[in-house]
């Protein structure tokens, strides 16, 4: 899943199986973006949710490393239209850049709609204005959406908060060690487990269209490698021969795989056609 392909990791000695994993910056980026997300007008019937819009889209950009997003209680002012920001209030509080937004239901009552602008405080130009929809239950993956449109405005490189990561977990110790699979946000929310076993899991790999995820399981004894369909669970065993099978990636067209398998001895690079199974040895040792 691109750049948050960097964030998949193994966690080791997790108190709970379900334990949401946390992405911490330890220290920042003396170069970052100064920006503003004034927090987002809440616009519908319901209350608004726990985490707002607003400190979803910060914590995005905050992660990213490349942008320091001004505290809430930091702003003078909180505008929700353009004609309320006055720019010369925000060049003195040394920002560079101002998000303003809100939040509404659509005309068909269905989801959310979340209307925003991206302003550059010292040209007082326009960089962004959209209204991004999003269905019920959706509003987060709206405000990730969000951060990805403006992280792209603002670096010329698509964001990938909108997309997921995949990590291993290992709880417990000796005969009580359990591994699992786990999908999540690329923030570490709504972690979901794909597959759990008592034998270890190794080597996520996401397929290029985000439906299926390939990785190594010892469950038999010796490795072998799966594709599993996140939605429904299903899986393919693609390879078990005697050895090391290991180290699963898709090509980005989804036809082929790449993977490490040493059935000649050695360990070799091989490429498997995803319709036919084939193989195709590509390195000799």
């Known amino acids: 899943m691109n750049l948050m392909a960097v964030l998949a990791a193994v966690m080791l000695a997790m108190p709970a199986a379900y334990a949401q994993l946390q992405i911490e910056i330890i220290d920042g980026n003396p170069s970052a973006l100064p920006i503003a997300v004034v927090p987002f007008q809440w616009m519908e019937a319901g209350p608004p949710p726990e985490d707002s819009v607003d400190e979803i889209i910060s914590g995005d950009l905050y992660r990213s490393g490349l942008f320091d997003p001004m505290a809430v209680a930091d702003m003078a002012e909180r505008p929700v239209d353009e004609e309320a920001i006055r720019f010369g209030t925000w060049r003195l509080l040394k920002t560079d850049y101002i998000v303003i937004g809100k939040v509404r239901t659509p005309r068909d009552g269905v ?33 990730h959406r969000v951060a990805d449109a403006i992280y792209e405005a603002l670096t010329g490189v698509p964001g990938a908060f909108s997309t997921r990561i995949a990590y291993i977990t290992a709880t417990g110790l000796g005969n009580q060690q359990r591994y699992e699979l786990v ?29 299926h995820l390939a990785y190594v399981s010892f469950e038999k004894g010796n490795s072998a490698i799966y594709m599993q369909n996140v939605a429904t669970g299903s899986r393919e065993l693609i390879s078990s021969g005697k050895g090391i099978n290991g180290a699963p990636s898709f090509s980005p067209d989804n036809k082929r795989m790449a993977l490490v398998l040493s059935r000649s001895g050695n360990p070799e690079i091989y490429v498997r056609d995803m319709a036919t199974g084939r193989l195709t040895q590509i390195t000799t040792h």
């Open 183 to 211: 999908v999540a946000d690329a923030d570490g929310y709504g972690p979901q487990t794909v597959v759990g076993s008592p034998e270890p899991l190794l080597s996520p790999a996401w397929s290029p269209d985000g439906k």
């Open 111 to 143: 989801g959310h709609e979340l209307i925003y602008q991206l302003f550059d405080v010292h040209t007082q130009e326009r960089l962004l204005s959209r209204i991004t929809t999003v269905g019920p239950g959706d509003l987060r993956f709206g405000a």
